[in-house]
């Protein structure tokens, strides 16, 4: 199971199907629609979700095109339906503010997914507090926080997300993320988004820790996009292209389970050379479906006054 | 009062001193030693504090050359004299955690330095925590975080602190911030240390709530550069120079208080052209400050080899 | 003269205006549309030239609203009025390439506009040698260069361009830089194009030397945006405010050659605390305004695929 | 030979004797000293550059340990170790400036390497023109250009570097670049110096034309450090490891050229995630090496001050 390495429902679901293994308590639904594929995995017993290695849950992945080539139909596109999965999982009345999560460390292009998010968010619970009547009522009181990673701060993230939500008492919880993927052509234009939280030691940075319902007992939708992929899944996916041809399988499990690999190459992961202006054009994305799902009726134009 | 606009306390006593007022229940004493100014202000009474503006304690102020060009050895004795008064501050025992927070928005330059002195530090909570055998005795345990600013989180900086410190409970809070001053030349080549923490509507922000031992419950430790200086007091300082010739002083407060200035050029804060450069540099020089105070016999190799 | 330290040819008018001096040879314009402040500056005898400080040519000035907080049709006016005065003092056919050079110091923030400028154009020249058939007529053939500042490469800004433009042999070049202004107010909000290149001695970093068709042999459009004030500009612009009420004029110009005056606070320049966010709105709309200028029908959605 | 896709003539070598074929005219000789592996192979007939794919000449290779974890007594000896490379390369008097180039795009951080290092250079050559007093005659005449890519500026950057060499008349030109390597290990530890200049479709942006005394006329030195890795040599690189518990050797070459393989992910390149900081350190150790190279019994202590 282990060498799975990806973040991404989807993918530990096509290992499952490309293996003809049984996955019984799994459901997979196909509701993409053009230029967008969107796929709902959900996980229904424990049984599948020990298999899986994920919680019980709902997992919607959008995939896009590169997003540094589409036109504006298909970004407000993207953007609007990213927005409606958001608001699919959030099933409960949003009578308190909305606390959104940028995880991963702002320093390491790879993994600044979350902050990047963070400030493009159109942000309301102060005006709220402060000035309300400024606010028209298609509005949601909105806050977030990027909290940095353990190696900077010495805290661990859950500490802080815990120790906020206890301060302002939330109605939901928003957390974003960088996430490893199996494949490289899914880096920043696949976004996952699930009801289940953040898993004990998925993301980019490897040490997170489980944020769901379970630990913060306030529902938590998690939305992540891959930027990563580990070294040793791109030797898988390099092979399996090669390979077709030989019409043989490799023995990729036993090797991987071999003595004789080095521990630094297993733990190299690898992001493609134009990372910067991938991340960039995808926390734009992520972000603005987030302030679609959130707030009612708001337009772009909305959006470019509000954030600076 | 409200003209003096700096946050420095040494600059509120040098304007009584100026005009000749009565400032029982101020002390001050002048510590400088070759290349560093070291003043130490002390507020004793309540009466003195109103005058003030600013709560009863210590205000110590080191001002340096331009830290751009100064050598190696006076760069260390800066260091070590900020770590020498930070420490003077630090009156308890120190058994728990020290929470160093860097107030401000770092997508402003001016008001970048406490997350950029946040980026400098050595951190060591969680080495405590997960691999307590790396670190020998003279490390204290250090975490730190950079909350962010009420337009870009939604939430009051001194909400997340007060709900972190909660969890964390640390022994001693140390506060970095961006200041206003009145006076150009000590952009970033002044730094205030004091013990009675953040007033309300200090810092280049200019929303600041009080973040101190009275609403923390915990002792708060204070380190502010000034970064900003308002355009009216530039007007000031200019003027003062310029009238030097004339023998007359120019009626300042009457003219503040006429109806007929515009409230947006009151309101302008300006910082030199550089300041992204000097920005830097005192960050550098805060932190390691701040590295020297808290971990015993702490060496600058030992800080860039822990520091990335 | 010296002490009017603007690079603005509008403001240098005002003050020969104010101060109710003779300026015949200078023909002002009043050009404004809604929202759109633009003011037309023609120096038409050497005379005036002398007295203004600024070469014969022309001289137009856009005053916008805060770019920040303007919707989406003042933006494209603003936009489409700038491609329009570009165009207006473009007066040769244009066969050749178009080269810009976006002059000033990517590390300076308030500097940086040039820079900032080029890296959101649309560059066609390589394509037009590469691969031609890709681009449609509409498209100018266009290059870009920033060439750094003298301080951080060892060479004249002006060696470079004169000795690429050998190279390429540009049509027109039209180059971006940071000025200083007089009045804070008009820090990003006022963009000024000429015909008549960079004046020696202009620009942020106040060592550029002339830029212009004297010196290149082509014809040279210099668009300029104020991102600093002198601290004893500021100075000046408060005290006219100041001194409303009292109904009487401030010696300033006997006050500013006083001996007593520090050169240091003299040469200090200042920059609004809001600066990093007010250069990339303004970069946008100045890169945008020579995008519509040099490419026949393009769309904000061409430049967003084609900008990356 | 296409499928070795490394920029280091190390690696060339390497495969070649790995794969035991002949290699006459290449003479490798080891110069390692304690913890920096150097390695200088010398490419001497016209039949062994076209088998290595690399021009006459000598590359000098250093492999360093990590850069981020090194001691400050290794850090000065490997500065100093490439300074003396550099130094054995520069055969003629210097008598003219020496320009240096930083090749690569500074928006992408794998291949902002070039501009990173000309950032951090002691730049002089103004000096020497404008106040030649205040320099000893230890310095050196140094200035430098980032002259950016092709897709930014749409100029070629040998265009640049021609007309630049053409107006100061440079002694000698040193290009600095970011590599492609085959090994993963290498990224940003490895620097690669050769006195044959930039080769033709090397470098991280894959276009580069060829810059060597050839197309300048004057000499030129290449300093290089690789910082992606094709994603095709991650999956060779990991193989290697993999297969060999398995005692045989995979059939690469026959798989690389099957026809089946996506094109896409052959010219997918691949950076580690911590490159942010890599580059950074990398950039450091390479400028001053370069600084100590060209400028005679210079100081850290005057680069810090030299440098902003």
């Given amino acids: ?18 293996s003809a293994q049984n996955l019984d308590g799994v459901t997979v639904y196909d ?25 019980i849950g709902n997992y919607i992945t959008l995939s896009t095109p590169d997003l540094r080539y589409i036109d504006k139909k298909l970004y407000e596109r993207i953007v609007r339906k990213i927005a409606d999965e958001i608001n699919q999982l959030i099933t409960d009345d949003i009578e308190k503010p909305i606390l959104v999560v940028g995880l991963g460390n702002r320093a390491i292009t790879s993994d600044s997914l979350g902050p990047e998010v963070v400030d493009r968010l159109v942000i309301t619970r102060h005006m709220f507090k402060h000035a309300p009547e400024i606010l028209s009522d298609d ?13 900077i701060t010495g805290i661990e993230t859950e500490e802080i997300i815990t120790s906020v939500c206890k301060k302002i008492d939330p109605s939901v919880v928003i957390v974003v993320d960088a996430l490893a993927a199996r494949s490289i052509e899914r880096i920043t234009n696949t976004i996952q988004i699930c009801d289940t939280g ?37 030797t898988e996916d390099t092979l399996e292209l ?18 004789n690999i080095s521990k630094e190459i297993l733990n190299f992961s690898t992001t493609p050379k134009e990372i910067d202006i991938l991340i960039k054009k995808c926390a734009e994305v992520v972000a603005n479906g987030i302030n679609f799902a959130l707030h ?10 509000l954030v600076n």
Avoid: W
């Fill in 31 to 55: 509701k993409s629609i053009k230029d967008i594929e969107i796929t709902h995995v959900e996980i229904k017993t424990e049984d599948a979700a020990s298999k899986m290695g994920k919680p």
């Fill in 139 to 151: 509005f949601a009181s909105v806050c977030a926080i990027a909290p940095g990673v353990l190696g």
């Fill in 242 to 259: 090669l390979y077709c041809d030989l019409g043989e399988k490799l023995p990729i499990d036993d090797l991987l389970h071999s003595e």
């Fill in 1 to 18: 199971m282990s060498n799975i390495r990806t973040d991404l429902a989807l993918e530990t679901h096509e290992y499952f199907t490309e």
């Fill in 198 to 234: 953040i898993s004990p030691g998925a993301g980019v940075g490897n040490n997170r820790k489980e944020i769901s319902q379970k630990t913060l007992g306030i529902p938590v939708i998690a939305i992540g996009v891959p930027t990563v992929v580990d070294a040793i899944t791109i």
């Fill in 296 to 305: 009612d009726n708001i337009t772009f134009e909305d959006i470019d006054i």
